[in-house]
């Protein structure tokens, strides 16, 4: 079965910093995705950013890039130039080509400082 | 409707009573995710469907959960003699189906088990 890590229950820094969430992943499959949602106080999840396991290049969007190590099984999401409205609980997501179950870590909650 | 609904968005039971909750998904979405969040915890796989498959039940915490999805839309989430640890939000998602779609979530219910 597979399983999602995320192994930082709890971040904080500064308005325009730079923050790493980190994310890792076990599985046996070749194909894949991976995905980051948010998760703002309103309770409404929403996507961030995407990456297909098949494709060597990281995802970027905007302020929000991935470091996807496939080998190590890791999906980092980096978040640059942080803004107040940042503030939220991250969940890193795995979703397999065969069964298409989507599964998710216990996330991080990221808390971004005036 | 434009997004996934859930209703109610709020329940207050009494233990021992059995609780439904719904959910919508967006028109045309195959498969549906069922999740459940304690608070400020992450989300815990409970049941997805996708299409006319059996569903991966793999998920359901004990045999007083169970979950059905008439006509290939409208899903319904059982809890039959509440107890006092069910008390968490529930979430439902939908995806169209096949690889590298989103996953559209619902604003949740929020069981609380008295």
């Known amino acids: 079965a597979q399983t999602v890590t995320q192994s930082q229950p709890e971040m904080s820094v500064q308005e325009a910093e730079t923050v790493t969430l980190s994310c890792t992943y076990d599985t046996s499959e070749n194909n894949y995705y991976l995905f980051w949602y948010k998760q703002p106080p309103s309770r409404q999840m929403i996507l961030v950013i995407r990456q297909e396991a098949y494709k060597q290049q990281n995802a970027t969007e905007n302020r929000f890039s991935v470091n996807f190590q496939k080998a190590a099984k890791s999906f980092s999401l980096k978040i640059s130039d942080s803004q107040l409205g940042d503030t939220a609980m991250y969940f890193c997501a795995f979703l397999d080509q065969g069964a298409q179950k989507l599964v998710f870590g216990q996330g991080t909650r990221l808390t971004i400082n005036p | 409707g434009a997004g996934v609904s859930q209703s109610p968005s709020n329940k207050v039971t009494e233990k021992g009573k059995d609780v439904e909750l719904r959910c919508d998904p967006i028109s045309g979405h195959t498969a549906l995710y069922w999740y459940r969040q304690s608070l400020g915890q992450g989300l815990e796989f409970l049941i997805y469907?996708?299409?006319?498959?059996?569903?991966?039940k793999s998920g359901l915490p004990s045999d007083r959960f169970s979950a059905e999805r008439t006509g290939g839309s409208v899903s319904t989430l059982t809890i039959q003699r509440t107890q006092q640890e069910d008390s968490a939000v529930y979430l439902c998602?939908?995806?169209?189906?096949?690889?590298?779609?989103?996953?559209?979530f619902g604003q949740g219910t929020r069981l609380t088990v008295v």
């Open positions: 998602a939908s995806r169209l189906g096949g690889m590298n779609t989103e996953a559209f």
């Open positions: 469907f996708q299409g006319n498959s059996a569903p991966d």
